[in-house]
């Protein structure tokens, strides 16, 4: 790939910020939440939800992947897709014996 | 939104035509670095995932034999780290290594604090006999909890590790910073630490509500 | 005369190797340690099939067999064929290939020898503390309970495993980044795409091997029990996940392979290779459906019915592009000018035996099928036929085709030859029974056997002595060309890509300049 830009793109400040009160709070909210019991599946749900978003939080603006080459974006999605065939096909054995 | 140009000062290794290729290619090895954590760590959430819904009610109770607020205080512990990592990124970017040294010393010491409450839950972990194998000795303890608790050690012990090593990039960097390696045209391995703590952080993201909160 | 300047007198002395971050010398370093690691590899297969000469016990104890066997195939899968292939000729020609100076982290791929090194060095000390005799797959339960130095060795593949990851992650920074200028991905040679699409696989299946491997060394020193029964663990649960990286592993074993037959079928044919755009797209499919079918080894374990329907579907749709390809090479062929110079041999070679074992692994995957030949010779001869029939073949085609470029001389092109026919021959006498007595019921893995079987045993062993024989003749014809041999040309074959540019041996630096690529690589005049 030679058309790299030859600038690279600083996270400001004040998102770092605002992503880190975005997590507490969202920590508080999944603590919480926990002691409810929503019944069903619903508890695990929305745990993993706000995981989920947690972990979006993260990669987009404190490991900037929001503002990288979008190969490194490539890198880290397929490397999930895989983990989740790995969950799915498992599943279809274990869950349907 | 502000830009560094590369171009200005750093030489780059022979085999490359331009710091800004070198340090792409710096990235997006770091990137499959982190791919590679994301599948190990993967194989045991999918173990866990296999498991807890094998054996929902056992999941619950030993979950319970957790202590929660420990756990979410380690969690607003990693992610106060994260934070400061990010911002030590930012200000070596900036040029402010000072700032971004004391911020990579804070990010340890969270690190250790860390530790030690993990180091306090084992040791508790132990004497209430629910150390796996021979150890499992819990007089409440079902056969089947002992699956969680091995997994809750595996999971939690190969965490631990990587926060342990996590603790020396983060010396090494601070050794870098003390002889004035790191400016606006180099930051890397600054940048690639980073990476790789957030990584450690997500993770934790995902093991606090797994194991800690079950119902 | 003075001799010039390249990276083999570069600089001298032992730790000039040792401590060199030159992609070549690497290449060298691997070069050696895998040869070694074939040949101890290969001893313990010769030594397998000389047992079964007679179906009882000739000089070995059935526990001293299932030793035999078991390091037959951990030492050949983890030390041979995953690395072979990429580590050596990958690590030496892609730089070449594409333009580059070195790969993207020079230093890593020192590392990554020293990791496979020291992997190894813990297999050896796991044969020397008495050996493993689970079989290279390690199955639960038995791995959990074995008294041998079964930690010791899987401790040593989780090392090597590292290395392999390292590798891979190289070239891949190195193709995106490292191309020379004009190079566009549709430019680059499909020896490349074949090294991008297998390190694709090295970087998302290993790690899983990885974590594979520490929780069954936490099963046996720390009775952790997931994979254990008595306490409610899953057994089966172990296949799966020592499967998602074994599956898919293979396909890093034979992409590097089909990289190597596309070259060498394409400038031993002096034409344009058939279908470029197909053979790099199914290559990187390959890549990606290999993901989806390890179930196919589950058939029999008590895996799931549903399961076993989806997977068996799945495997069979992995054959497409595979199949995309020896079309391709064939097309290549066709009215070609073809050279049969050792290289070629070897290709054609591996265009015949990988067609075999692709073909029977359909058996393997139609699950009716497959629960009657599952554990049988019949498997075992399939995965011969492309493990070696494929791989090898593909592995030494590769290395008597950039071997002048390597060592600057010509190897003694009749004894290749020779070498060629002995193990081409060899090896289907060997294998070839095998297939006809695994369908007819021979277990796999067993010491001792039905009489009935006797013939096809003393044929497939007969085999092996010759098989083995090609091959330590090839061998020799290769590491005598470091030495002896007729200057070789900057371009002895004709080809058209980049490495046949720099003189034989390459200087250190490879290029004085970075070529600007303005044309297609396989365009002869």
Redesign the interface.
Known sequence: ??S??????????AI??K??LA??GL?IL??IT?RI?LGGPW?IVL??S??CT??IL??L???HLKY??A??RV??G???F??I???G????????? | MSTINFEKGVIPSHHFSTVSQEYHAGILGIWLFLATEVLMFGGLFVAYAIFRNMYPSVFHDASQLLDMQLGAMNTVILIASSYCMAQAVHYTQKGETHHAFTLILLTILCALFFLGVKYFEYQHKFHEGLLPGMNFTHANATREMGIFFGLYFVMTGLHAIHILVGIGLMAWLLLRFKRNEFSPHYFIPVDGVGLYWHIVDIIWIFLFPLLYLIG | MEVESNYLNHEKGLKSWLCSVDHKRIGILYFIAVMTFFLVGGLFGLLVRLELLTPTRLFMSSDLYNKAMTLHGSVMIFMVIIPGIPAVLGNFVLPLMIGAKDVAFPRLNLLSWYFLMFGATLAVLAIVLGGVDTGWTFYTPYSIRSMEAVTVILFGAFIMGFSSILTGLNFIVTIHQLRAPGMTMMHMPLFGWALYAAAIIQIIATPVLAITLLLLIAERLFGVGIFDASIGGDPILFQHFFWFYSHPAVYIMILPAMGIISEVVSTFSRKTIFGYKAIAFSSVAISAISFFVWGHHLFVSGQSELAGAIFSILTVLVGVPTAIKLFNWVATMYQGSIKLDTPMLYAIAFIGLFLIGGLTGLFLASMATDVQLHDTYFVVAHFHYTMVGGVVMGMFSGMFYWMPKITGKMYNELWGRVSAVLAFLGFNVTFIPQFIMGSQGMPRRYHLYDPKFHAYHLTSTIGSWILGLGIVIAMIVLIKSFKKGSVAPVNPWGGTTLEWTTPSPPPHDNFAQIPTVTSRPYEYN
Request: proline letters at 2%; aromatic letters at 18%.
């Open positions: 790939m030679s790299e830009h030859s600038h690279f793109h600083v996270v400001p400040a770092n910020f992503v880190f997590l507490i920590t999944t603590v926990a019991n508890n745990a993993l706000i995981a947690k972990a993260v990669f603006w404190f490991m990288s080459h190969i490194n890198v880290i397929s490397a999930l895989f983990l065939v790995f969950l096909l498992t599943a279809t054995d274990v869950f349907f014996r």
